[in-house]
């Protein structure tokens, strides 16, 4: 009998120790996906404060510096196809020192330029249509792509 009910402890004891092991796991995974989901949650606020500081450093630098808006124009126009006829949406800050400079934008072999002033597009980019598509150069677009990747990355 004695050697029976220690028998039986011993099997008690061994049932509840499992238990509590089952119930220690679930505790860990549990605070493993919590871990995470904080982690996600602190990467994702970063990135969005990383993003929202380098808007407000490139919109103060593009404000100043009166021609990035030409040093767009001449990229986004170096994909252009002599000929072309464009419409080159712009923020109005630029469409002064974009006339000033239209003699070199023609000669990229372009037909014929029309400028536009748009309160949508930052200073610094702008927004090309031509007759075969568009090409666009706004700030926000860009920021947006490099966003993007970064999600992607991450």
Request: charged share 40%; aromatic share 4%.
């Amino acid at each position: 009998g004695f050697e029976q009910g220690r028998e039986e402890g011993w099997r008690k004891g061994e049932a509840e120790l499992q238990e509590t092991l089952r119930r220690f796991q679930r505790i860990i995974e549990e605070l493993e996906g919590f871990r995470k989901r904080v982690l996600s949650e602190m990467e994702e606020g970063m990135l969005e404060l990383v993003m929202e500081v380098s808007r407000k450093v490139i919109r103060r630098e593009l404000l100043s510096d009166k021609e990035a808006v030409l040093r767009t124009l001449r990229e986004a126009a170096s994909k252009l196809t002599d000929g072309d006829r464009v419409k080159i949406y712009l923020s109005p800050d630029d469409i002064e020192i974009v006339r000033e400079h239209l003699a070199e934008i023609l000669s990229h072999g372009l037909k014929g330029v029309e400028l536009r002033a748009d309160p949508h597009i930052s200073p610094g980019g702008c927004f090309i249509e031509t007759e075969f598509g568009h090409i666009d150069a706004r700030v926000e677009g860009q920021l947006e792509a490099i966003e993007e990747g970064m999600r992607r990355e991450g």
